[in-house]
Protein backbone atom coordinates (compact mmCIF):
# COMPACT_ATOMS: atom_id res chain seq x y z
CA UNK A 1 0.00 0.00 0.00
CA UNK A 2 1.51 3.39 -0.58
CA UNK A 3 0.21 7.00 -1.58
CA UNK A 4 1.79 8.60 -4.05
CA UNK A 5 1.80 11.71 -6.82
CA UNK A 6 2.67 11.65 -10.12
CA UNK A 7 4.46 14.77 -11.36
CA UNK A 8 4.75 15.80 -14.86
CA UNK A 9 3.78 18.13 -17.66
CA UNK A 10 1.17 18.14 -19.75
CA UNK A 11 0.98 14.76 -21.59
CA UNK A 12 3.93 13.41 -19.42
CA UNK A 13 1.53 10.15 -19.25
CA UNK A 14 0.18 10.63 -15.41
CA UNK A 15 -2.98 9.54 -15.76
CA UNK A 16 -2.40 6.49 -18.39
CA UNK A 17 0.37 5.33 -15.94
CA UNK A 18 -2.27 5.57 -12.98
CA UNK A 19 -5.49 3.73 -14.79
CA UNK A 20 -2.80 0.88 -14.66
CA UNK A 21 -1.73 1.42 -11.12
CA UNK A 22 -5.57 1.31 -10.66
CA UNK A 23 -5.98 -1.78 -12.22
CA UNK A 24 -2.97 -3.19 -11.08
CA UNK A 25 -2.67 -2.46 -7.47
CA UNK A 26 -6.14 -1.61 -6.29
CA UNK A 27 -4.91 2.35 -5.77
CA UNK A 28 -7.64 5.18 -6.25
CA UNK A 29 -6.64 7.58 -8.86
CA UNK A 30 -7.15 11.06 -7.58
CA UNK A 31 -7.21 13.35 -10.52
CA UNK A 32 -7.86 16.83 -10.07
CA UNK A 33 -8.22 17.31 -14.23
CA UNK A 34 -10.63 14.65 -14.49
CA UNK A 35 -12.72 15.93 -11.42
CA UNK A 36 -12.98 19.75 -13.19
CA UNK A 37 -13.87 17.81 -16.16
CA UNK A 38 -17.07 16.68 -14.48
CA UNK A 39 -17.75 19.72 -12.69
CA UNK A 40 -17.58 21.55 -16.59
CA UNK A 41 -20.35 19.18 -17.30
CA UNK A 42 -22.45 19.92 -14.19
CA UNK A 43 -24.28 22.97 -15.78
CA UNK A 44 -23.39 24.93 -12.83
CA UNK A 45 -21.95 28.43 -12.62
CA UNK A 46 -18.93 27.39 -10.65
CA UNK A 47 -18.69 24.54 -13.81
CA UNK A 48 -18.81 27.79 -16.26
CA UNK A 49 -16.50 29.13 -14.29
CA UNK A 50 -14.20 25.78 -14.37
CA UNK A 51 -14.64 25.47 -18.21
CA UNK A 52 -13.50 29.04 -19.08
CA UNK A 53 -10.34 29.09 -16.87
CA UNK A 54 -9.34 25.29 -18.03
CA UNK A 55 -10.25 25.70 -21.72
CA UNK A 56 -7.54 28.02 -22.50
CA UNK A 57 -4.93 26.09 -20.07
CA UNK A 58 -4.69 28.51 -17.23
CA UNK A 59 -4.81 27.39 -13.42
CA UNK A 60 -8.02 26.80 -11.66
CA UNK A 61 -7.74 28.38 -8.27
CA UNK A 62 -5.92 27.04 -5.51
CA UNK A 63 -9.43 26.78 -3.18
CA UNK A 64 -11.29 24.89 -5.52
CA UNK A 65 -8.94 21.89 -5.94
CA UNK A 66 -7.84 21.72 -2.41
CA UNK A 67 -11.55 21.42 -1.61
CA UNK A 68 -12.41 18.83 -4.35
CA UNK A 69 -9.24 16.83 -2.84
CA UNK A 70 -10.46 17.31 0.60
CA UNK A 71 -13.81 15.61 -0.03
CA UNK A 72 -11.95 13.00 -1.99
CA UNK A 73 -9.41 11.85 1.02
CA UNK A 74 -12.53 10.23 2.46
CA UNK A 75 -12.59 6.91 -0.41
CA UNK A 76 -11.81 3.67 0.78
CA UNK A 77 -8.38 2.97 -0.86
CA UNK A 78 -6.88 -0.27 -0.19
CA UNK A 79 -3.66 0.27 -2.26
CA UNK A 80 -3.41 3.51 -1.71
CA UNK A 81 -4.19 7.18 -3.61
CA UNK A 82 -2.33 8.22 -6.49
CA UNK A 83 -2.41 12.23 -7.11
CA UNK A 84 -2.74 12.97 -10.53
CA UNK A 85 -2.62 16.52 -11.31
CA UNK A 86 -2.48 17.33 -7.98
CA UNK A 87 -0.18 19.05 -6.33
CA UNK A 88 0.78 22.10 -8.98
CA UNK A 89 1.61 24.49 -6.61
CA UNK A 90 3.33 25.38 -3.12
CA UNK A 91 0.11 26.37 -1.70
CA UNK A 92 -1.32 22.44 -2.53
CA UNK A 93 1.64 20.92 -2.07
CA UNK A 94 1.60 22.57 1.68
CA UNK A 95 -2.34 21.73 1.88
CA UNK A 96 -1.88 18.15 0.48
CA UNK A 97 0.60 17.37 3.27
CA UNK A 98 -2.01 19.01 6.14
CA UNK A 99 -5.16 16.88 4.71
CA UNK A 100 -2.97 13.62 5.00
CA UNK A 101 -1.89 14.14 8.21
CA UNK A 102 -5.51 14.62 9.42
CA UNK A 103 -6.58 11.58 7.79
CA UNK A 104 -3.33 9.58 9.19
CA UNK A 105 -2.41 9.29 6.06
CA UNK A 106 1.52 9.42 5.03
CA UNK A 107 2.63 10.35 1.62
CA UNK A 108 5.09 7.20 0.52
CA UNK A 109 6.64 8.06 -2.87
CA UNK A 110 6.67 11.29 -4.88
CA UNK A 111 7.47 10.22 -9.02
CA UNK A 112 8.42 12.77 -11.68
CA UNK A 113 7.64 11.61 -14.79
CA UNK A 114 10.44 13.07 -16.67
CA UNK A 115 9.87 13.87 -20.87
CA UNK A 116 11.50 16.47 -23.41
CA UNK A 117 8.86 19.28 -24.21
CA UNK A 118 9.54 18.77 -28.20
CA UNK A 119 7.74 14.99 -27.43
CA UNK A 120 4.62 16.53 -25.41
CA UNK A 121 3.23 18.63 -28.48
CA UNK A 122 2.66 15.55 -30.49
CA UNK A 123 1.02 13.26 -27.76
CA UNK A 124 -1.12 15.97 -26.54
CA UNK A 125 -2.92 16.47 -30.18
CA UNK A 126 -2.93 12.97 -30.92
CA UNK A 127 -5.04 12.18 -27.30
CA UNK A 128 -8.27 10.90 -27.52
CA UNK A 129 -10.41 9.34 -24.49
CA UNK A 130 -13.03 7.28 -24.19
CA UNK A 131 -16.41 9.48 -23.08
CA UNK A 132 -17.39 6.46 -21.15
CA UNK A 133 -14.98 5.13 -19.07
CA UNK A 134 -11.76 7.54 -19.35
CA UNK A 135 -9.25 5.00 -21.06
CA UNK A 136 -6.84 7.15 -22.79
CA UNK A 137 -5.64 6.42 -26.44
CA UNK A 138 -3.58 8.02 -29.04
CA UNK A 139 -3.92 8.29 -32.86
CA UNK A 140 -0.12 6.94 -33.78
CA UNK A 141 1.04 5.86 -30.07
CA UNK A 142 -1.76 3.88 -28.99
CA UNK A 143 -5.01 3.77 -31.11
CA UNK A 144 -7.98 1.84 -30.37
CA UNK A 145 -7.78 -2.15 -31.40
CA UNK A 146 -10.68 -1.30 -33.51
CA UNK A 147 -10.86 2.41 -35.23
CA UNK A 148 -13.34 4.48 -32.76
CA UNK A 149 -14.21 1.75 -30.55
CA UNK A 150 -12.86 1.60 -27.18
CA UNK A 151 -10.43 -1.52 -26.37
CA UNK A 152 -11.79 -1.52 -22.38
CA UNK A 153 -15.70 -1.26 -22.46
CA UNK A 154 -16.60 -1.33 -26.21
CA UNK A 155 -18.22 2.35 -26.37
CA UNK A 156 -18.21 4.45 -29.54
CA UNK A 157 -17.89 7.64 -27.53
CA UNK A 158 -14.28 8.77 -28.29
CA UNK A 159 -13.66 12.38 -26.99
CA UNK A 160 -11.16 15.16 -27.59
CA UNK A 161 -10.59 17.74 -24.92
CA UNK A 162 -11.54 21.20 -25.23
CA UNK A 163 -7.60 22.62 -23.94
CA UNK A 164 -5.60 19.96 -26.40
CA UNK A 165 -4.92 23.02 -28.88
CA UNK A 166 -1.70 24.21 -29.12
CA UNK A 167 -2.66 27.38 -28.03
CA UNK A 168 -4.13 26.14 -24.94
CA UNK A 169 -0.78 24.02 -24.56
CA UNK A 170 1.59 26.59 -24.97
CA UNK A 171 0.08 28.09 -21.72
CA UNK A 172 -0.36 25.23 -19.63
CA UNK A 173 3.16 24.49 -20.24
CA UNK A 174 4.25 27.85 -18.99
CA UNK A 175 1.90 27.14 -16.04
CA UNK A 176 3.53 24.16 -14.85
CA UNK A 177 7.19 25.33 -15.22
CA UNK A 178 6.19 28.68 -13.72
CA UNK A 179 3.83 27.37 -10.90
CA UNK A 180 4.63 23.40 -10.94
CA UNK A 181 8.00 22.67 -11.36
CA UNK A 182 9.10 24.22 -8.50
CA UNK A 183 7.72 20.73 -6.38
CA UNK A 184 10.59 18.88 -7.63
CA UNK A 185 13.13 20.77 -5.75
CA UNK A 186 10.27 20.86 -2.44
CA UNK A 187 9.76 17.55 -2.94
CA UNK A 188 13.42 16.30 -3.69
CA UNK A 189 14.35 18.55 0.05
CA UNK A 190 12.24 16.73 1.64
CA UNK A 191 13.73 12.98 0.58
CA UNK A 192 10.72 11.58 -1.61
CA UNK A 193 11.00 12.41 -4.93
CA UNK A 194 11.90 9.68 -7.25
CA UNK A 195 12.00 10.17 -11.20
CA UNK A 196 11.46 7.75 -14.52
CA UNK A 197 11.90 8.05 -17.80
CA UNK A 198 8.75 8.78 -19.54
CA UNK A 199 9.95 8.88 -23.11
CA UNK A 200 10.60 5.45 -23.01
CA UNK A 201 7.66 2.47 -24.23
CA UNK A 202 4.46 2.57 -21.30
CA UNK A 203 5.14 -0.68 -20.24
CA UNK A 204 8.78 0.32 -19.19
CA UNK A 205 7.31 3.81 -17.73
CA UNK A 206 5.09 1.19 -15.65
CA UNK A 207 7.63 -1.01 -14.75
CA UNK A 208 10.23 1.88 -13.68
CA UNK A 209 6.91 3.05 -11.82
CA UNK A 210 6.21 -0.41 -10.01
CA UNK A 211 10.51 -0.18 -8.78
CA UNK A 212 10.02 2.72 -6.79
CA UNK A 213 6.84 1.57 -5.38
CA UNK A 214 8.21 -1.49 -4.52
CA UNK A 215 10.58 0.63 -2.49
CA UNK A 216 8.16 2.82 -0.84
P1 LIG B 1 -5.01 17.62 -16.24
O1 LIG B 1 -6.18 16.88 -16.68
O2 LIG B 1 -4.31 17.24 -14.97
O3 LIG B 1 -4.00 17.71 -17.45
P2 LIG B 1 -2.40 17.82 -17.58
O4 LIG B 1 -1.61 17.90 -16.32
O5 LIG B 1 -2.19 18.90 -18.56
O6 LIG B 1 -1.99 16.44 -18.05
P3 LIG B 1 -2.61 15.64 -19.19
O7 LIG B 1 -3.88 14.96 -18.76
O8 LIG B 1 -2.71 16.49 -20.44
O9 LIG B 1 -1.46 14.61 -19.49
P4 LIG B 1 -1.02 13.27 -18.78
O10 LIG B 1 0.32 13.48 -18.16
O11 LIG B 1 -2.10 12.70 -17.92
O12 LIG B 1 -0.82 12.40 -20.08
P5 LIG B 1 -1.66 11.16 -20.67
O13 LIG B 1 -1.45 9.96 -19.82
O14 LIG B 1 -3.07 11.57 -20.97
O15 LIG B 1 -5.38 19.17 -16.06
C1 LIG B 1 -6.12 19.87 -17.05
C2 LIG B 1 -6.43 21.26 -16.56
O16 LIG B 1 -7.23 21.21 -15.35
C3 LIG B 1 -5.24 22.14 -16.18
O17 LIG B 1 -4.66 22.79 -17.30
C4 LIG B 1 -5.91 23.13 -15.20
O18 LIG B 1 -6.67 24.08 -15.90
C5 LIG B 1 -6.88 22.25 -14.45
N1 LIG B 1 -6.27 21.62 -13.25
C6 LIG B 1 -6.11 20.28 -13.02
N2 LIG B 1 -5.55 20.05 -11.82
C7 LIG B 1 -5.33 21.28 -11.27
C8 LIG B 1 -4.74 21.70 -10.05
N3 LIG B 1 -4.26 20.82 -9.17
N4 LIG B 1 -4.66 23.03 -9.81
C9 LIG B 1 -5.17 23.94 -10.69
N5 LIG B 1 -5.73 23.61 -11.87
C10 LIG B 1 -5.81 22.29 -12.17
O19 LIG B 1 -0.85 10.95 -22.03
C11 LIG B 1 -0.92 11.89 -23.09
C12 LIG B 1 -0.92 11.15 -24.45
O20 LIG B 1 0.36 10.51 -24.62
C13 LIG B 1 -1.97 10.04 -24.54
O21 LIG B 1 -2.54 10.03 -25.81
C14 LIG B 1 -1.20 8.74 -24.27
O22 LIG B 1 -1.77 7.63 -24.95
C15 LIG B 1 0.21 9.09 -24.78
N6 LIG B 1 1.27 8.45 -23.99
C16 LIG B 1 1.31 8.33 -22.62
N7 LIG B 1 2.44 7.70 -22.23
C17 LIG B 1 3.15 7.45 -23.37
C18 LIG B 1 4.42 6.81 -23.62
N8 LIG B 1 5.19 6.34 -22.64
N9 LIG B 1 4.82 6.71 -24.92
C19 LIG B 1 4.04 7.21 -25.94
N10 LIG B 1 2.83 7.81 -25.76
C20 LIG B 1 2.40 7.93 -24.49
Do not use: W
Not at 172 to 178: G, I, K, Q, S, V
Amino acid sequence: MANIILLGPPGAGKGTQAKRLVDERAMVQLSTGDMLREAKTSGTEMGRLVAEVMDKGHLVTDDIVIGLIEEKLQTHAPGGYIFDGFPRTLKQADALGELMARVGETLDAVIEIKVDDEALKARIVGRYTCGNCGAVYHDTNHPTKLAGICDVCGSHDMKRRADDTENALRTRMLAYYRDTSPLIGYYYAKGQLSAVDGLAEMDAVAGAIAKVLDKA
